[in-house]
């Protein structure tokens, strides 16, 4: 039976979701954040482009995302209900055919999901960047075709961190079976949240997510999504309700669809109703992909009668380097970066990332595999302007 002892692959059960009925200008902003992190930005140093136009809507706030607002981050921007997923292989054969999360094959020509427009940007500007170290026990219980049971235990280590300590735990547990997915996890400061996906045909998904958080400062959220997956294009809808100092309700209602017109081009839209703000956002995005090597993305938002735009490039220049810059503008910011990925041909599937930005933060990652069962992470960010820099280390050690 497999084993796996990570460092590295772990997220705080962090908030998501702003309160419903209290207000601030530091909450607001995040929620503006979150619309244009929603379109495709990838980096957190875009924070406060629009935000002050939201910030002076009064009493009430929610979590404004135009993108999936399925997994729970913390303010790493991980997904701590994806942590027992294992370390991607850097050297996954590109020419397979994509695959949903039950395994089922996916239309070549069908555009994936509307938050996803820009996926070939993400998946080289979109670094894992950590401070100290972190820590995680992955042990299968059952492991088998028909049903997967595991469990995982996590500790994180550094100064970049939730509570007042210097350190966090969680516990997490996951069981699939079949056409069903069921995951939750508890933290140390008490916080739950769990996720239920079923697959209801071979098309369709619907999944269900909640968090509950007894301190008070975080607002409890409940989450209801259906995915539809056709042979050229995709609809998704999502239904948020949120509960904060006793009061709650419906926060936000989004719908998105995706259409794949050429081989080459794809064009879509997304609406999200914000009950308490009395606004319903529009976006509109559109990805071009020239050839097998180079996809350009675009989305437009349409947040308070303002025009938010966001634009990506991602090109491979052969089987190892590859290439992406993303655009961001806002109410009253340009944002922009570049960066690289490289993948090296070698027994230790090696890889390196870097990204630099208009905010003058400079990033890098490496991994590799020092031996068949230990692979080993190295993660480094420098802010020139504040003269200020993050270092982490990361280490997977298992026996499969």
């Not at 939750?184 to 045909?201: E, F, I, N, P, T």
């Not at 904060?244 to 997304?270: D, R, V, W």
């Not at 319903?280 to 992909?289: D, G, H, N, T, V």
Request: glycine share 10%.
């Amino acid at each position: 039976m497999m084993r796996r002892l990570a460092v590295g692959v772990v997220s705080s059960l962090g908030a998501t979701s702003g309160k419903f009925l209290t207000t601030n200008k530091k909450t607001l902003a995040k929620a503006g954040e979150r619309v244009l992190k929603g379109l495709g930005a990838v980096a957190a140093s875009a924070v406060g482009v629009g935000c002050s136009g939201l910030a002076g809507l009064g009493s009430g706030s929610t979590t404004v995302c135009l993108a999936e607002a399925v997994p729970l981050q913390g303010e790493d921007g991980y997904d701590s209900m994806n942590a027992l997923k294992t370390q991607e292989d850097p050297k996954k054969n590109q020419d397979e055919d994509e695959k949903d999360e039950f395994g089922n094959s996916i239309s070549k020509f069908n555009p994936g999901k509307f938050e996803n427009v820009s996926k070939e940007a993400k998946e080289v500007l979109a670094l894992d960047i950590t401070d100290g170290a972190r820590l995680m026990g992955q042990f299968p219980i059952i492991q088998s075709q028909q049903k997967i049971l595991m469990h995982s235990h996590t500790i994180w280590m550094g100064t970049n961190f939730l509570g007042p300590e210097k350190g966090f735990y969680e516990f997490q547990a996951m069981l699939q079976a079949g056409k069903f997915v069921m995951t939750g996890g508890m933290d140390s400061m008490w916080r739950l949240q769990g996720r239920v996906v079923k697959m209801m045909a071979k098309s369709m998904v619907i999944r269900a997510q909640f968090q509950l958080c007894p301190d008070g400062k975080t607002p409890d959220d409940l989450r209801l999504r259906a995915d539809y997956t056709g042979s050229d294009f995709s609809i998704n809808g999502e239904l948020m309700a949120g509960m904060a100092n006793g009061s709650g309700g419906i926060e936000q209602f989004s719908g998105s669809y995706l259409k794949t017109l050429t081989p080459q081009f794809a064009i879509g839209a997304q609406m999200t109703i914000l009950p308490a703000y009395l606004m319903a956002p529009l976006a509109i995005a559109a990805r071009y992909k020239e050839n097998e090597n180079e996809t350009w993305s675009m989305t437009l938002a349409n947040v308070q009668n303002k025009l938010n735009m966001n634009l990506s490039y991602a090109r491979k220049v052969d089987d190892n380097y590859t290439l992406a810059t993303e655009t961001l503008i806002g109410f009253q910011k340009v944002w922009s970066c570049v960066g690289l990925k490289y993948d090296f041909k070698n027994d230790f599937k090696s890889r390196y990332a870097a990204l630099f930005d208009t905010d003058l933060n400079t990033s890098m990652t490496f991994s590799e595999e020092m031996l068949p069962a230990i692979r080993a992470g190295y993660c480094a960010q420098y802010q020139h302007k504040k003269n200020e820099y993050t270092f982490g280390m990361s280490l997977m050690v298992g026996d499969g």
